[in-house]
Nanobody, 119 residues
């Protein structure tokens, strides 16, 4: 079982920045996690992908990111980060960390961290 713990959310004014962190339990390596990423869910909306990164450091972003966010990870594959710049009120959501073994389909979620952007 992989446990994920997010941190770094908060309240920020439009145009500001936040850095989200996701700490994975040591079992993530034994679970052969090879993709980690961030998703978000706003009230009344479905959860949507924000950004993902593979163990080969390949990245993919949602169209709405528009170059404002950067996903990264440490080499030990224990922490994943999301640097968010130029935040907009529409970025307000609960942001979830996700870890996945793309071969088995095993997927793990954190509890989420709230990001609120005021106008």
């Amino acid at each position: 079982q992989v446990q994920l713990a997010e941190s770094g959310g908060g309240l920020v004014q439009a145009g500001g920045s936040l850095r989200l962190s996701c700490a994975a339990s040591k079992s993530s390596a034994r679970a052969n996690v090879n993709v980690m990423g961030w998703y978000r869910q706003a009230p009344g909306k479905q959860r949507e992908l924000v950004a993902v990164i593979t163990n080969g450091a390949n990245t993919r972003y949602a169209d709405f990111v528009e170059g404002r966010f950067t996903i990264s990870r440490d080499l030990a594959w224990n922490n994943v980060y999301l640097q968010m710049n130029s935040l907009k009120p529409e970025d307000t959501a609960l942001y979830y960390c996700n870890a996945k073994n793309s071969y088995t389909g095993a997927t793990y979620w954190g509890q989420g961290t709230q990001v609120t952007v005021s106008s």
